[in-house]
């Protein structure tokens, strides 16, 4: 077995948060929230986020749900990184890990800890795994306050 | 050697399968994905071929030479596909793109006039999407009610409870022969007994049937039978609706267009007489006869050979795999001999997911599933997300059984190294 290959894809990183995940639960209050589904695989996710009163800056993100050790790790340390952040700022983010699956971008030293997906761009068929979660994110983002979402988004 | 067909079964025809002799990530391929579809051998790869090369033209639709070398051969394949079931007319098999386009074909053109409200449909809880989906939109268009047969114990077909869902309300009975997720063999002959013991009309879902074991349409007395060519050699694109032909000239047709008609005027038309009534529109002619030729190559190695080497196979690798604590296997076990289910199995592997066990085999050459195997209802039923699943066929081996254990422990260390 390639075990090389394989050590890229399944970071440490990616497999402890595998294991303990972080971010596990839902937030309070829930301001949004979002199911994602992978059709193909039957991985589900629900991802609630707390906002500040303007609605413009992400204070908590959870999530609920069974997956792949990818699609898992992706969620848990995205939850993490967008903690804090104003939604603009989110949504960049949700861009540029698109494009980090691409092989096409990183993230800068501050968000450094995403970058350990950057393995799974050599798996393509994996990577809607790993995007599972940030497209989402950004339903959920791009969903008006007190809208119930219409179903759950799916990655196909 | 307790492995008494191997030598004469999968030695013998490796070679037919040009694409089995590959490596993957460096390694031999490892093809354990079989009942989502099965490798081709070489006769019918040299049956298309030979078809565009040669005889390609329409078929019963012109008098030159080569329509009607290509009207013979497509009916031709007709003919074997038929022997192959033991229909008991050729008219009696319809071809169509695969099993799900055969179910659709009934759903539509025996549903719509049979099912009224209330009226009550039995499938099963293990049926595949394409046997499930269908009926679903028949019961919306129509007001029929499903049903669906449980489980034993031993996660096979509750023939008990069966009996118990039976009335004269039932009007249809859709089930699976062998299921692609438990493996099990359903007992058809007594299902359909049971059925029509209330009048009620019975479709089998073949389609992990027909490519390994002898399968009897008279004998089992379905009103209709459907398979996919591409899960027995055949290439994608084919496949077949077997049913009785009274039942089959009593339905109206299900798509219209050339092809399936007698006399065409503006405002009405005539259809033709089975089995081209259901066949609308130029067909997928060289798929059909490469159908034929799966039929053929098939035939030629004996379904009773393949079907007891592949018992084999099911007793080792049922060996192998309950010696793995962290498996859950769903399904029947194995008899000693492997009999009793069919040669695959869905599983899960404890902490590894798998999806992830699935990229990790693939690093070492194997293809297995990973996910719902499109019966997402049953998964729920049984408690699991998604599941692996290894699937032969007779073109596997031993060694390769090996293989797959070996990478399989492996995956499991791999991920109980951080669970550990
Ligand atoms: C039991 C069963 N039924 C139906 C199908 C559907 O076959 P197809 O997709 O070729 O129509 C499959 C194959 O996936 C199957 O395994």
Redesign the interface.
Same mark, same amino acid.
Request: net charge negative; with cysteine; proline share 0%.
């Given at each position: 077995? /390639?075990?090389d290959?394989?050590r890229d894809?399944?970071q440490?990183v990616i497999?402890?948060r595998?294991?303990k995940p972080r971010n596990r639960g839902k937030t309070d209050p829930v301001d949004r929230y979002q199911k994602g589904h992978n059709p /193909? $695989?039957?991985?589900?996710i629900e991802l609630t986020l707390q906002l500040n009163d303007a609605e413009d800056q992400i204070q908590d993100v959870k999530f609920e749900g069974?997956? $792949?050790?990818?699609?898992m790790a992706s969620v848990d340390l995205m939850a993490d990184a967008l903690r804090g952040k104003t939604t603009a700022e989110a949504l960049e983010m949700v861009q540029k890990f698109q494009a980090m699956m691409k092989g096409e971008a990183e993230f800068p030293s501050e968000l450094r800890k995403l970058n350990v997906m950057q393995g799974v761009a050599q798996?393509p068929?994996?990577i809607k $795994?790993a995007n599972l979660s940030w497209h989402t994110v950004k339903a959920a983002l791009e969903l008006a306050k007190d809208v119930q979402p219409a179903g759950f988004i799916s990655n196909e | 050697m307790t492995f008494t067909q191997e030598k004469t079964l999968a030695a013998q025809v490796r070679a037919d399968f040009p694409i089995l002799h590959q490596e993957i990530h460096g390694k031999p391929l490892v093809y354990l994905d079989n009942a989502a579809t099965s490798q081709k051998p070489v006769a019918v790869l040299n049956a298309l071929q030979h078809y565009y090369q040669h005889d390609n033209a329409n078929v019963h639709r012109g008098v030159h030479t080569l329509s009607s070398r290509a009207t013979d051969a497509y009916e031709g394949a007709r003919d074997k596909v038929a022997n192959f079931v033991n229909a008991a007319s050729r008219q009696e098999i319809i071809y169509t793109r695969n099993a799900s386009e055969a179910i659709n074909l009934v759903a539509y053109a025996w549903g719509n006039s049979n099912l009224q409200r209330g009226d009550e449909i039995i499938l099963s809880v293990m049926e595949h999407h394409s046997n499930l989906i269908p009926w679903q939109l028949l019961a919306q268009r129509t007001g029929a009610v499903l049903k669906f047969v449980e489980l034993t114990e031993t996660q096979e077909f509750d023939l008990e409870h069966f009996k118990s869902l039976l009335s004269d309300k039932t009007k249809l009975v859709s089930v699976v022969h062998v299921s692609n997720t438990l493996g099990c063999i359903n007992p058809v002959k007594e299902i359909v007994e049971l059925a029509h013991h209330y009048g009620a009309k019975v479709l089998i879902d073949a389609c992990q049937s027909v490519p390994h074991m002898t399968v009897d349409v008279q004998a089992m007395d379905c009103d209709w039978l459907v398979a996919s060519g591409h899960k027995m050699c055949a290439p994608t694109g084919i496949g077949f609706l077997y049913g009785k032909l009274d039942l089959l000239r009593s339905m109206p047709p299900f798509l219209g267009g050339g092809e399936m008609i007698a006399d065409v005027f503006f405002d009405h038309s005539t259809y033709a007489d089975l089995p081209h009534k259901f066949e609308a529109g130029t067909p997928a002619i060289a798929e059909a006869i490469a159908l034929g030729a799966a039929v053929d190559y098939l035939s030629s190695l004996g379904m009773d050979k393949i079907h007891a080497y592949e018992a084999e196979l099911t007793a080792y690798l049922f060996q192998q795999l309950q010696q793995i604590p962290e498996l859950m296997l769903y399904g029947p076990k194995p008899d000693s001999k492997g009999e009793g289910r069919a040669a695959l199995s869905a599983f899960t592997a404890g902490s590894v997911h798998p999806h992830d066990l699935s990229t990790i085999l693939d690093q070492a050459g194997i293809a297995i599933r990973a996910g719902h195997h499109c019966t997402q209802p049953l998964h729920r039923h049984v408690g699991a997300q998604s599941t692996a699943r290894a699937s032969l066929y007779f073109y596997n081996t031993r060694e390769e059984i090996d293989t797959f254990i070996t990478s399989l422990k492996e995956a499991i260390e791999f991920f109980s190294g951080i669970f550990g």
């Open positions: 077995m /390639s075990l290959n394989l894809l399944y440490q497999l402890e595998y294991k /193909s $695989c039957g991985d589900t069974e997956g $792949c050790a990818i699609a798996f068929v994996r $795994c | -």
